[in-house]
């Protein structure tokens, strides 16, 4: 038996991950991606503080996942069926297909080990605070070659996490800056253009911005644009909103209209002065 095993090893290796590469680009429902806390493919938005992007924590930084605001033992659950590639006491980071990988942040507890397989639900651990100032999820997911955590390869997870198309942003002018009035629950921004009197366009295109790195992509001029953010608040309806102010740097640049575009590319306001 035992050589038979052994020749026939490589040719069930072989057909394991040509199997494995045929159903993701089936996409079956396994591929569908569930919410960490409800595990559930409900649109579940409701958790999230501190979207994917600029924010505003007290002061300006561009996050590279998203908050899921929840107590402390609160179980967490993959995303997305896989395997645990690496884990800490508080970290668990899970390689899908197709060079695709989720991390879990600021875990109280871990109850995954490395190499262990996990479905789409599956509680890799429980929300807690070590390496943050509060108790909350951060969840990062990651498309690239690295076998660890780089926010280089960070996407807005709401790509692959059920949610409800958002409403259309509403965009403000005052001077020469506009405001876009966001829910950080429904974030799916990927570019932003303002358009300028004298035909020059400036466009902030958040996967470029994450590309940058750690340190350039805090810093809040990019692209031409100053870029603000706003604490989270409630608007009249009671919804968590949060606001962003984007300004040309140059001020002979007078702002006209500003153009936003979702994570598939598509024009989801365009608003004139
Ligand atoms: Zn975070």
């Not at 990019?222 to 962003?244: H, M, T």
């Amino acid at each position: 038996m035992r050589p038979a095993i052994l020749i026939l090893a490589p040719l069930i290796a072989s057909l394991l991950t040509s199997g494995f590469a045929q159903t993701t680009s089936k996409a079956p429902e396994d591929e569908k991606a569930v919410w960490p806390i409800s595990r559930s493919r409900e649109p579940d938005t409701n958790l999230v503080v501190f979207p994917f992007g600029p924010r505003n924590i007290g002061r300006y930084d561009f996050h590279g996942g998203i908050d899921i605001y929840v107590k402390r033992g609160t179980p967490v659950g993959s995303i997305l069926a896989g395997r645990v590639l690496y884990m800490n006491k508080s970290t668990v980071l899970v390689q899908h297909s197709d060079q695709r990988k989720t991390a879990y942040l600021h875990l109280d507890s871990v109850e995954v080990s490395k190499g262990d397989s996990v479905k789409a639900g599956d509680i890799i651990g429980t929300a807690g605070d070590i390496n943050a100032k509060d108790v909350h999820l951060h969840l990062t997911y990651l498309v690239g070659p690295k076998r660890f955590i780089d926010e280089v390869e960070s996407r807005n997870p709401l790509e692959i996490l059920p949610h409800k198309t958002p409403p259309k942003p509403n965009v403000q002018f005052e001077g020469n800056s506009a405001t876009v009035t966001l829910d950080p629950g429904l974030m799916t921004i990927r570019r932003i253009t303002l358009a300028c009197n004298d035909s020059t366009t400036l466009t902030l295109d958040y996967r470029e911005i994450i590309k940058q790195g750690r340190k350039p992509r805090q810093n809040q001029n990019q692209s031409g644009i100053k870029i603000k953010a706003s604490r989270p608040r409630r608007n009249e309806g009671n919804q968590r909103v949060f606001d962003l102010l984007l300004e040309p740097i140059d001020p002979e640049q007078n702002l006209r209209q500003v153009i936003i575009e979702d994570l598939n590319g598509v024009i989801i306001s365009q608003t004139e002065k």
